[in-house]
């Protein structure tokens, strides 16, 4: 009996370790995190639910974690680790006599002094419990990390379909917000932009940015590997359609971000449609032959070019009859934009005063409060800088400018990695374009405004991090073998 159950257990224990509930878990965790961390603020109610279920997906993928599996592809793990232990760092009480002398807390020592109070010991970080919370949302990208690592090669390109599938659920739910009440129940967020199809987020912007980055990864798809002729014609109508829902969308959706951030990302989808691979990698010595087989795509060619003038067609009636949010806002005045341009000078100030430590991660509403002009005070507030490339080197200082320093670094390398071996890096190479794509537009999304900080999105951006460095690592590999 004991060996029999022991048997049980065992074969349990590799089926809840296999390649296929590694999966399967990664698929549930993306789904869990895109409805329930589409908003950037800390006050959410769902956040309650999945931090603690990040931690628990993330207990998981530590038990399914192979050597093997994770060896060479750890640097976005790696930069993440970084950041967390900056926080960390932030969080440790420091003595008066070394806090009173960091950069930007003279005024409040002085509060203390004026007071009678005696200077307590206190973190680096101006606003402690923030900081925490900042801490506390990276379990959702590290975990999303870990899970990604445990899948097997094929696994890995399923991965991006999940990404795509979650979407089209956005894409789908935002179309049945603009069909219901502006204030229904389909909207997910208290505080979100009501009425306008923010899809499974809180904020326009950030559904925007996603479907954009969403057309690129449609025309991966349609044009990856196929085993069969049957499931290629069915990938490239079914991305065809998918690119065709969401140019409106993006349009109706009235973010001057996605309506710029289409443009490439419809003209990299073509590029790769184009190129697409029907059928497994052939050798390079077989290129002459598939070159001349690929005649019978001209249908597809066809529908190509049909696909871009009904894009087209679509833009040009969208702005014509004045139904396009996106364009309305891209050329016209904008009160929130003027502000953004005004807010400069003094996100520079704030910069320069607390280099090189920085104010602590989560501290610029609070921080901002101080700095705030006179010309620019109104009834609302500001949560954000809406520029995390400015936000960031106030929160996190010199260190932060470290960590992204070896991002850059790492970015640049891959691609010269790529560029060098261009040429002889068959289908992978257009995988390694598609997610350093989808990279960049979020980064340029970050400019006017904060898409990294909502945990889908940023759970997006880390698993596609993975793939642009699992894709680069093949490139390189299969390089050196035939340099052999």
Not at 53 to 82: D, N, Q, S
Not at 106 to 125: C, H, K, N, S, V
Request: net charge positive; proline share 5%.
């Amino acid at each position: 009996m004991n060996k029999a159950l022991k048997s049980k257990l065992n074969r349990i224990s590799k089926s809840l370790l296999g390649s296929d509930s590694c999966f399967y878990a990664f698929a549930a965790f993306m789904t869990l995190v895109f409805f329930a961390g589409g908003s950037s603020r800390d006050d959410v109610q769902s956040l309650v639910i999945l931090r603690p279920m990040a931690v628990l997906f993330g207990a998981y993928a530590l038990t399914c974690r192979t050597r093997e599996h994770w060896k060479g592809r750890l640097f976005p793990l790696y930069i993440t680790i970084a950041l967390l232990i900056l926080m960390v760092l932030q969080s440790i009480p420091l003595p008066p006599s070394i806090w009173t002398e960091l950069p930007g807390r003279g005024m409040f020592a002085d509060i203390a002094d004026l007071a009678g109070i005696e200077q307590p010991w206190r973190p680096l970080t101006l606003t402690p419990s923030r900081t925490l919370n900042s801490l506390f949302s990276l379990a959702v990208p590290i975990t999303a990390i870990m899970l990604y690592l445990n899948l097997d090669k094929v696994r890995r390109t399923q991965a991006i379909a999940v990404i795509i599938v979650l979407a089209a659920v956005s894409a789908a739910w935002a179309a049945l917000q603009l069909a219901g009440p502006a204030r229904g129940p389909l909207y997910l967020y208290n505080i979100t932009n009501n009425g306008t199809a923010v899809g499974l987020f809180a904020n326009r912007n950030h559904q925007a940015i996603m479907l954009a980055s969403t057309i690129t990864l449609l025309g991966w798809y349609a044009a990856s590997n196929a085993p069969t002729m049957r499931l290629a014609t069915i990938k490239f109508y079914i991305s065809i359609s998918g690119i065709l829902v969401i140019v409106p969308l993006i349009f109706v959706t009235g973010s001057r971000a996605g309506l710029v951030l289409m443009v490439p990302a419809l003209v990299l989808a073509m590029i790769l449609i184009y190129n697409g691979r029907y059928r497994p990698e052939t050798p390079p010595t077989r290129q002459k032959e598939r070159g001349k087989k690929k005649r019978r795509f001209s249908l597809r060619q066809l529908i190509l070019a049909g696909s871009v003038t009904v894009v087209l067609i679509i833009s040009a009636l969208s702005i014509s009859l004045s139904r396009s949010l996106a364009f309305d806002r891209l050329f016209g005045n904008s009160q929130l934009g003027e502000l953004r341009l005004m807010l400069l000078p003094t996100l520079f100030k704030m910069i320069a005063d607390y280099l090189p430590w920085g104010s602590g991660f989560g501290s610029f509403e609070h921080v901002y409060k101080v700095y705030e002009p006179d010309e620019l005070l109104n009834p609302s507030y500001l949560n954000q800088a809406h520029n995390d490339w400015l936000q960031l080197p106030i929160e996190g200082g010199a260190p932060v400018l470290l960590i992204g320093g070896a991002v850059i670094i790492w970015f640049l390398a891959k691609l010269i990695v790529l560029a060098k071996n261009w040429r002889s890096s068959h289908f992978t190479k257009y995988t390694a374009l598609t997610a350093g794509f989808v990279m960049l537009c979020f980064l340029a999304g970050s400019v006017g405004d904060y898409p990294l900080r909502v945990p889908s999105l940023i759970a997006v951006f880390v698993v596609l991090a993975c793939v642009f460095n699992d894709a680069i690592a093949t490139i390189l590999r299969k390089s050196t073998k035939s340099e052999r």
